[in-house]
């Protein structure tokens, strides 16, 4: 991997072409925008001849107040990118040699980034074909060890609470849209929100998706009796859930709670840019995550409580 064979040098430089490519690389004041600055070689900062702030590689972008090298940075994004399925903080810190916490934090960082950079308020449109679907993730309860001591664990009674419901809205050739609800039928106002009029809306037979047909040219599917029926489907939706279900197992096991919302755009990412090759991602990555701004969320010291909130 060439990211890994870079001097600190060669990826500050990296990083400034990828972060001020609309300027072609040179930097600019995150502040007020001026692009006269000193470069103060000692501590590889800029400082601003208009109004004298003195910033950073980073500054202001989603990885500001940073302790790691920037090479370390550009090798996470790297690293991220290429799981298929997924890339879980406890790998991700072993292949940087840095704590869980760092890689965990740094880890959300960028699926906040990618979230941001493929966030579309609508999909669909005139004639064009949306899936929808909803599957619950999260909420592991482990049976009981003898046997006339366990409850059947899809009741709600015998939940934790934590099980979680993730609507899909995805259009064909298009982009995927994920939102996270406690039931299905929760995400009905966001689907109103968010799936453009005049779309083709393809659904199963469950009741709650019954006041859709008010709204949309809209196609049901037994999937008791068919996986297909005349064009009818929601294959694509389906294909969504296995790659955040494989996710779920086989490389983050537990994903419930306030993440899952964060784990679904990361796969809604990966399902959509799937086609492209490995580089294409990876600058797709990096100049979303350099050009997003300061995170509320994941600033500051180990802040996992803000989005526990």
Not at 128 to 133: C, G, P, R, Y
Not at 207 to 236: M, P
Request: proline share 3%.
């Amino acid at each position: 991997m060439s990211v890994a064979r870079m001097s600190e040098e060669e990826a500050r430089a990296t990083f400034q072409a990828i972060r001020w490519a609309d300027n072609n690389g040179k930097p600019y004041c995150p502040r007020c925008g001026c692009a006269d600055a000193y470069h103060l070689a000692a501590r590889q900062v800029w400082k601003c001849k208009g109004c004298a702030h003195q910033y950073s590689v980073t500054s202001g972008s989603i990885f500001s107040s940073r302790k790691l090298p920037v090479r370390d940075i550009l090798l996470a994004i790297a690293i991220f990118v290429n799981g298929a399925k997924g890339h879980s903080a406890l790998q991700l810190s072993r292949d940087l040699d840095v704590q869980y916490k760092t890689a965990f934090v740094l880890a959300h960082k960028i699926r906040q980034a990618l979230a941001d950079e493929d966030l579309r308020d609508m999909v669909g449109g005139e004639d064009a074909h949306v899936e929808i679907d909803g599957a619950f993730f999260g909420g592991y309860i482990k049976p009981s060890n003898y046997k006339e001591n366990r409850r059947d664990r899809r009741l709600a009674r015998n939940q934790n609470g934590k099980r979680r419901c993730v609507v899909i809205m995805r259009e064909r050739k298009g982009r995927t849209l994920p939102f996270v609800f406690k039931s299905e039928d929760a995400g009905l106002a966001a689907i109103r929100q968010h799936v453009a009029p005049g779309s083709i809306v393809h659904a199963d037979e469950a009741s709650h998706w019954d006041v859709l047909e008010a709204r949309f040219l809209t196609k049901r599917i037994n999937h008791s009796q068919a996986y297909s029926d005349d064009g009818a489907c929601t294959n694509q939706a389906e294909s969504f859930f296995s790659r955040l279900r494989r996710a779920e197992i086989g490389i983050h096991h537990h994903v419930a709670g306030p993440y899952l919302a964060a784990y679904a755009n990361e796969m809604a990412w990966r399902e959509d840019n799937r086609r492209l090759s490995n580089g294409e991602q990876y600058l797709i990555a990096t100049n979303a995550a350099l050009v997003h701004p300061k995170s509320a969320i994941w600033a500051g010291y180990w802040q996992r409580h803000k989005e526990a909130a």
